[in-house]
């Protein structure tokens, strides 16, 4: 412990003496550190706020989608999801909490009100919407059954339908055109904000028959089906049951259905995963110039031993046995890739924090722990790697040849 | 008992083809408090019986007793204790650390008998006075003079209050007003009971010692008593 502590101390004495050089020789390794720190504090930041956003989603929700794979396609084929699946799937499918229909719309036409225009999704769909998307009323009241019965033109609306179009405050009871129609608005529904960059806030909601009026030609519905279960653990089975039944009605025997079911689960583990590959590669490829620092230091290491020959000798001659010298040489060699490795992490901090503050919309950067552990752990291992030998060479010279060294 | 006894020391070295008899049979006692100088020409073999005595090299045959201890045929390692507890190197061209101050080059042969941060500097700080540098304990080498510097190159040989002060021509890069003043220094301390070996060519030098071994082809030519 004696000998650890002189010879850090010599360690730094040396590195102070050399400051350009130190500097100049860490480079590699603070551009290594900053670059792993900056790459992986954005990537984390990115994915932490997804994960945040799913919180709100409801992992217990399903969605069902119709499907058409490319040969399909091309023979005109196409998978549809149709009011008899959603009737089959909520009559027959045990441990379903709530269901509902969304029907999007077949047209393109902006929502209007007089000379104003604004885009908005019209989805038509049932009053369980409300459920299974945990959307909430903020003014007015949502879409009912008798709404849906009796084809009501009405309305619910984002926020930014809203905004879009100047509509006051409390807008229940204007009157929007959508596709040449005019609806009533009949309820506003609180803001959601984004989530991976797409607005939440731009939906116009009808009822599910009165949106299939709208749409027109029902003989090419495609619906989507969301539901959510009872209890969590019952997901894979009630995903297991609506995909056979769905099977069975849409008489498939091959392996290929014309449908999907996903769960909010499965996509955000299809985004974590792909955060983690992100981060895996651009790990990887800056381990890379963390190599080479470590490179770098090797090389000015032996200069520095050649270049301090004399003093080694010395160091013998006056009593320094060979591990003490080794370990000066190898606790230079790591305290450099530290120091390096700890400047590196601030600007690497700095710069994720900058560039994600400058993208508009950007979540901010985020470090997690391993990250720095990591990067210092690497730092600490190339420092070690790359100084033994430079230092076994400083150890093993003979003090007699060391100081006639000129 | 004498402090040094070497005995039928030969070192041989393979040059190319040749063979150079560096010692060729030199055997020797040195008492405790003796001041002797070697001289000779150069390639007589005085430099590498200083490596030798020094522990620096070790002998490619014959014994070395130091303190009653057979020094010849240890590791390096061990070597390198036998100098930091039993020798005091001083040489020609001062070999200090150039990026510690003198106080620091002092204290450095004590932080390898793992002494504590101040019982070296207090340990430093006495043998600096002793050479008369107590207002330059803080200055680099470069910021010195020879003479100085020479003088701490001193006064880390006596730091570890070795029991043989071994000088290689301690003089040989130094003005003759500065090297009387070293040889001043040599003198006392040389009556305050250090044993002194020195190596030189200059007659003057080796007139202040009291016994002169002058040295021929890796032999011992002729000795006396001044």
Known sequence: ?406 | MSLISLVDIYKHYEMGQETVRALDGVSLDIAANEYIAFTGASGSGKSTLMNILGALDKPGSGDYLLNGHNVAHLNQDQLAEVRNRDIGFIFQNFNLLPRLTALANVMQPLIYRSLPLRAREQAARIVLERVGLEKRMHHLPNQLSGGQRQRVAIARALVTRPSLLLADEPTGNLDSATTRDIMQLFDELHREGNTIVMVTHEPDIARHCRRVVRMQDGKISEQYWN
């Open chain 1, 1 to 406: 412990m004696f000998t650890f502590i002189e010879c850090s101390r010599a360690a730094l004495i040396s590195i102070k003496a050399h400051g350009l050089r130190s500097l100049l020789t860490t480079l590699g390794i603070i551009i290594g550190v900053a670059s792993v720190i900056a790459t992986v504090s954005i990537v984390q930041g990115l994915s932490f706020n997804i994960n945040q956003q799913f919180e709100g989603l409801g992992s217990n929700s399903l969605s069902i989608y119709s499907y058409t794979s490319f040969d399909d396609q091309l023979r005109g084929r196409f998978g549809r999801i149709t009011d008899r699946d959603l009737q089959l799937v909520s009559t027959r499918v045990s441990g379903i909490e709530s269901i509902t229909p969304i029907l999007s719309s077949r047209f393109n036409s902006p929502v209007r009100k007089g000379a104003r225009s604004t885009y908005g999704r019209v989805i038509g769909t049932s009053e369980t919407y409300r459920e299974v998307n945990q959307l909430f009323i903020e003014q007015g009241r949502f879409l009912s059954d008798s709404d849906n019965q009796s084809r009501r033109r009405v309305c619910v609306i984002g926020v930014s339908v809203r905004d879009g179009l100047s509509l006051p405050e409390n807008p229940v009871g204007e009157y929007i055109e959508i596709n040449n129609e005019w609806f009533k608005v009949i309820g506003l529904a609180e803001a959601k904000g984004e989530m991976l960059g797409l607005q939440q806030d731009d939906i116009v909601l009808l009822p599910y028959n009165s949106m299939q009026r709208l749409n027109g030609n029902p003989a090419e519905l495609d619906i989507q089906i969301q539901l959510t279960v009872q209890n969590l653990d019952d997901m894979p089975k009630v995903s297991e049951q609506v995909q056979q039944l769905l099977r069975k009605s849409h008489n498939i025997e091959g392996d290929d259905d014309d449908f999907k079911i996903q769960s909010a689960e499965q996509l955000r583990d299809s985004i974590s995963q792909i955060t983690a590959a992100v981060t895996l590669v651009m790990g990887g490829i800056v381990s890379i110039s963390l190599l080479v620092g470590g490179i770098g230091i090797m090389n000015i290491m032996l200069v520095s031993v050649t270049e301090r020959t004399r003093e080694i000798g010395i160091c013998k001659a006056i009593g320094a046995k060979r591990h003490v010298i080794l370990l000066q040489f190898l606790l230079e060699s790591l305290l450099l890739c530290l120091l390096g490795g700890l400047v590196g992490l601030l600007i690497g901090y700095a710069a994720g924090a900058g560039i994600a503050a400058m993208i508009p919309d950007f979540p901010p950067a985020y470090v997690s722990l391993w990250a720095v552990a990591l990067s210092f752990g690497f730092s600490a291992l190339v420092g070690l790697v790359f100084g033994i030998a430079p230092a076994a060479k400083a150890a093993n010279l003979d003090p007699i040849d060391a100081l006639r060294y000129e």
